[in-house]
């Protein structure tokens, strides 16, 4: 058991799974995000702080052991937007944790690192990168700063690829890339213990009969996912009959959308 997790962006959905179920691996969870997530509960500490704040998140991860690091825009979005967000929130959070020592970040990346590969491939961490938006663009960016911060300074990171982590699999699509709310927070529990992992690059998918991604690299952690999209599928095929944009890419409609904000 670690001492003192911080879990950035928890006040998100992901973040909602980590605060109800994530129990066991860290004596205290420090969570925090851009939005107010008071009152703190048992064996929580809560700190508002914008990534985009050097100051505020050099004190924001003083006294952490690990590092969860959700915070981020989400979703495809403006560059001046991800700008502040996603690549100076990712470098200022990097360079905190250098500074306090810190062990390991768990970085939730993006399957849209990779979504302009075809539906047709099958992919593991050796992959090229083929990101599909300015958003996977700035995952990127987070995979690199942490492969560059564990060659110069030791500092680990696993990369989680993650897929689509929601309560259900909503499309088609999903199928293929869902990674369920428990099967997350086995493979978080999974990272936190494992004795050593380097620079690490994972998918997070759960065990979907037609998924396009393989963690055979990564057996040593000795994570399996125990759900499956197969229960959802009539359902959601009876429910879509038409292909949706971009369903030719395992990035989906992230594939086919313009710039936003264009000038
Ligand atoms: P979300 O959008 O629900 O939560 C992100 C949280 O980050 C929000 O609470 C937001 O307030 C916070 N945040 C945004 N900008 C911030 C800033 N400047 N400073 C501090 N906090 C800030 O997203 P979700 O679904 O919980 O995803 C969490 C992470 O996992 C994100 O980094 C996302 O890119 C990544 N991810 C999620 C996937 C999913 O299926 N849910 C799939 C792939 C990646
Ligand atoms: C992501 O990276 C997003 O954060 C999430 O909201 C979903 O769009 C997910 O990818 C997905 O590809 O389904």
């Known amino acids: 058991m670690i001492k003192r997790l911080l879990v950035t962006g928890a006040g998100g959905g992901l973040g909602r799974y980590v605060r109800e179920r994530l129990k066991g691996p860290a004596e205290i969870l ?4 851009v939005a107010d997530l008071s009152p703190a509960g048992p064996g929580e500490e809560v ?3 914008d990534l985009a704040d050097r100051t505020a998140v050099d004190e924001l991860v003083r006294d952490c052991d690990m590092i969860l690091h959700l915070g981020a825009i989400s979703v495809e979005a403006n560059f001046d937007a991800l700008l502040q967000a996603n690549f100076l929130g990712t470098y200022n959070l990097y360079e905190a944790a250098r500074k306090a020592g ?5 970085f939730a990346s993006s399957n849209h ?3 302009f590969h075809p539906v047709e491939e099958r992919l593991d961490d050796t992959a090229a990168r083929r990101p599909d938006s300015l958003y996977g663009v700035s995952k990127c960016f987070g995979e690199d700063l942490a492969r560059l911060y564990f060659d110069k300074f030791g500092l680990e990171t696993a990369c989680l690829r993650i897929g689509s982590c929601f309560d259900e699999p909503k499309d088609r699509r999903m199928l293929s890339t869902w990674l369920s709310p428990g099967d997350f927070i086995s493979l978080i529990t999974k990272l936190i213990a494992a004795p050593a992992i380097g620079h690490l690059v994972l998918y997070g998918v759960s065990a979907n009969r037609d ?3 393989s963690n055979a690299h990564a057996d040593f952690l000795g994570w399996q996912p125990q759900d499956t999209s197969e229960p959802y599928r009539e359902t959601i095929e009876r429910r879509e009959e038409e292909p949706a944009a971009g369903s030719d890419y395992q990035g989906g409609r992230f594939a086919t959308m313009g710039i936003l904000g264009e000038r």
Do not use: P
């Open 30 to 33: 420090r969570l925090s995000d």
């Open 47 to 49: 700190m508002r702080c």
């Open 102 to 106: 810190v062990r390991r970040i768990l």
């Open 113 to 115: 690192v990779i979504g």
């Open 211 to 213: 998924a396009w991604w």
